[in-house]
């Protein structure tokens, strides 16, 4: 990962992103496609965190998931990966949660306050 892939992922950790996903999307966010080798060796992530969360972000409809049979080894095809929206949408997905945590915060705040007149 480059210095703006890790950048992103502190971003994203910034405001409550689990890491592996931080990490996982900050790998993804400026590349054609990985593959779990890949992504593992630039992330520092072990294999099954690489598998949870791209597990994740597969059920969000976030990434394409493709298999590539070996041919030269035995053994699991290997799974190459690619963020099939923008960027800019994943952001808002957590810009919105982020904002209705706020909204239903303010709503406790108020309640509180209606208990002290």
Not at 6 to 22: G, K
Request: net charge negative; proline share 3%.
């Amino acid at each position: 990962m480059d210095d703006e892939a890790y950048e992103v992922s502190s971003l994203l950790q910034s405001i409550d992103v689990p890491r592996i996903e931080a990490l996982s999307i900050a790998c993804l966010f400026n590349v054609e496609e990985l593959s779990s080798q890949e992504i593992e060796r630039a992330t520092g992530l072990r294999q099954p965190e690489v598998s949870v969360a791209m597990r994740v972000l597969h059920e969000r409809g976030w990434i394409d998931e493709r298999d590539d049979k070996r041919t030269k080894c035995r053994g699991r095809p290997a799974k190459y990966y690619s963020l099939k929206v923008d960027f800019a949408d994943i952001i808002k997905v957590y810009e919105e949660k982020i904002l209705k945590m706020n909204k239903e915060k303010m709503l406790v705040i108020q309640d509180l306050l209606k208990m002290t007149t």
